[in-house]
């Protein structure tokens, strides 16, 4: 059993940046992968970015590659999604998610176990 806490969300002008962090606790939080999804109004819910725990590999959509970073802090079990450069079009909740690693990451929602409960994150023209 894996629990997730997003926090760092807010309303942001466009261009600006914003930290979420995701504390994951429970048990072997090195056997998954951590990621991070968004779903806005009427949309699905699109993958942004993973870390594989174990190693640190990560892997960030095209959407907003060279904006966005992941990160983790193995002494606090944290995962981090810095945003910069933030876009109107970034508006949604973010959602931290896991999923036993395997070396992989999944970029679907069917197939993550586990869910935090989602940060809002505004950005404003």
């Known amino acids: 059993q894996v629990q997730l806490v997003e926090s760092g969300g807010g309303l942001v002008q466009a261009g600006g940046s914003l930290r979420l962090s995701c504390a994951a606790s429970g048990r072997a939080i090195s056997r998954y992968t951590l990621s991070w999804f968004r779903q806005a109004p009427g949309k699905e819910r699109e993958f942004v970015s993973s870390i594989i725990w174990s190693g640190g590999s990560t892997y960030v959509a095209d959407s907003v590659q060279g904006r966005f970073t992941i990160s983790r802090d193995d002494a606090k079990n944290t995962v981090y999604l810095q945003m910069n450069s933030l876009k109107p079009e970034d508006t949604a909740v973010y959602y931290c998610?896991?999923?036993?690693?395997?070396?992989?990451?999944?970029?679907?929602?069917?197939?993550?176990?586990?869910w935090g409960q989602g940060t809002q994150v505004t950005v404003s023209t």
């Open positions: 998610a896991a999923h036993l690693s395997g070396g992989y990451y999944y970029t679907t929602s069917e197939d993550i176990q586990y």
